[in-house]
C-alpha cells in the first residue's frame, strides 16, 4: 500500500516533466497524507495536460453520504478494472500523481519505523493514479483520488508486500489517454518496478504524525530493521 508521500522538487521541474502548459507555485511538502488536498496531473477536455489540486481518498460516485464512507486512497492494479469502486475512474479518470518519495512502515503498533523510498537519480517521478469526482444533491462538488498498487519488487518486499505502480515518462501519454473510454492496453503499465531502482533510508519517527511537516523528517536514522 502506500499511506504517505513527499514531493519536494520546485514547480518548474514539474512543469517541464510533465510538459504543462503552466502551472501554480507551490511550497516542498514532506510528508502528504490521505484526507489532504494533493497535486495530480491529468488530460483536460482538450486532451491537454493540466495540474490540479484534488482529495486523497477516493469516493465513488455512487456514495451517497461521503461522511459516513471510509476514503479509498489505494486500489489495487490487478483487480481495479473489476472492482465498483473503481472500475469507472480507471477507464474514465486516469491521472498521474507527482512524487519525490513515498514512505513505508515497518515494527509493531506503537514503535513503527517509516522508511524513505527514493528513484535513483530521479528527485521526481509519478505514481499511478485515478481520481473520481463525487456530486452533491446539492450541487456541491469533491473530486478525488486513490493510488494504484502493486506487488512489491524484490527491494520492497523486505518493508512490505506492496508498492505503488511507478510509471515511466515513456508511458504517461498512453495512462493519460482515456478516450477510448476503457482500461484495456494499460494492464501492462501496473506491474512494479525493476528491482535496483530505489534507496530505502530510514528517517525520523516524528513522520508517523500526519501533521508533522519539514525537511528534517528526512533525516536518516539507525536501524536494526534492515
Known sequence: MCSRYSLTTPPEALRLLFELEQID???????????????????????KREARLVRWGLIPAWVKDPRSFAMLMNARGETAADKPSFRGALRHRRCLIPASAFYEWTGARGSRQPHLIELKGRDLF???????????????????????????????????????????????????????????????????????????????????NPRSEGADLQTPVITTLL
Not at 507551490?26 to 477536455?45: C, G, K, T
Open 25 to 47: 507555485d507551490f511550497p516542498p511538502r514532506y510528508n502528504i497524507a490521505p484526507s489532504q488536498p494533493v497535486l495530480i496531473v491529468a488530460n483536460d477536455p482538450r486532451g
Open 126 to 208: 509519478a505514481l499511478a493514479g485515478i481520481s473520481e469526482v463525487w456530486l452533491g444533491a446539492d450541487g456541491s462538488e469533491i473530486e478525488t483520488m486513490a493510488i494504484l498498487t502493486t506487488a512489491a519488487n524484490g527491494d520492497m518486499a523486505a518493508l512490505h508486500e506492496r508498492m505503488p505502480v511507478i510509471l515511466e515518462p515513456a508511458d504517461y501519454a498512453r495512462w493519460l489517454d482515456c478516450s477510448s473510454g476503457s482500461a484495456v492496453g494499460i494492464s501492462d503499465l501496473l506491474g512494479p518496478l525493476p528491482d535496483g531502482l530505489i534507496t530505502i533510508t530510514a528517517v525520523d519517527p516524528r513522520l508517523n
